[in-house]
């Protein structure tokens, strides 16, 4: 299986969790996996496009999808959000020839290649958990875990609906659990693992989006957790950035230090950390992470 994918950060790596891409790119170099760039490629809208204006937020996910069939390549991704937003608008392409008839034909009046439909969308921590060999894997984890004990925080977006992922998805996934044990660490189990991490209502309803962050994270370090990762960059924002706000609304501390997967995998296969951008987050992993020799 090629390990060569067109690569879609999404706007939140290029423009604010910076280090999610800085690590993904790393790790990614290092483990054999070619990140070709869409010099092309927009915003995929996300949820509020795809909400308030359907045929619209298809059209633009066809142009992102047909600039990676242009290279001949899948595409990878690392953000959440942007992969459930690629995947429904391909899985309607696929299985509605008349949907993407019609979308080909407002491409084509824009100037745009049409797309045939034969991309798939991954993301990242798929590929290393699935397609990359793990013993190739295991072998790059220079500085390990040590039994530092890891929150798994999946959000919602790369799990649900099912229907539409080719990956294993809900209840059933387990790739962050996978990775935590390859880097030597202690998956946590804990409720919210698999819950919304607050960031799409975090205008219309900011009080609940901080309800939900510190709901996660306090579940997270009850059941003992010492860091919490994820795979997306918007819950990285939510439970990373805006966990101090959710400290204040809420009136209790929770200091549970939370970083992207790319960063502590980084890290655990000897990546300094001006690479993973550590000193870029707002919860201290330091203290943990030393703790546990990685640091």
Known sequence: ???????????????????????????SEALGIGLHEMPRATCCGAVSLRETK????????????????????????????????????????????????????VLKEAGVRPYQATRKVY?????????????????????PLNGLRV???????NLRPEMIFDSKAGQDADHLDRLINVMGGEAVAYD?????????????????????????????????????????????MSMGSYQEIAEQTIGHQIGLPEMNFAQLLGLA???DQSTVGLKRLHVNPKPALAACGVL
């Open 1 to 27: 299986m090629s390990l060569e994918f067109a690569y879609y950060p999404g706007c939140a790596a290029t423009q604010v969790q910076k280090e999610a891409d800085w690590s993904a790119r790393a790790v």
């Open 123 to 143: 993301h990242l921590l798929w590929v290393i958990t699935d397609q990359v060999d793990q013993e190739l894997l295991a072998s790059k984890i220079v500085k």
């Open 192 to 236: 919210g693992h698999d819950k919304c991490c607050g960031f799409h209502v975090m205008l219309s309803d900011k009080t609940e989006m901080r309800q939900m962050v510190a709901k996660n994270c306090l579940s997270a370090k009850d059941a003992g957790a010492e860091v919490m990762i994820s795979p997306c960059t918007l819950c990285d």
């Open 151 to 157: 929150a798994p925080f999946y959000g919602c977006h």
């Open 269 to 271: 296969m000897g990546l």
């Open 54 to 105: 359907p045929a619209f937020s298809l059209a633009v996910s066809a142009r992102i999808l047909s600039e990676a069939e242009e290279q001949g390549r899948d595409i990878v991704t690392i953000c959440n959000t942007c992969l459930q937003t690629l995947t429904h608008a391909n899985f309607r392409f696929k299985n509605e020839p008349e949907i993407l008839e019609q979308i080909n034909g």
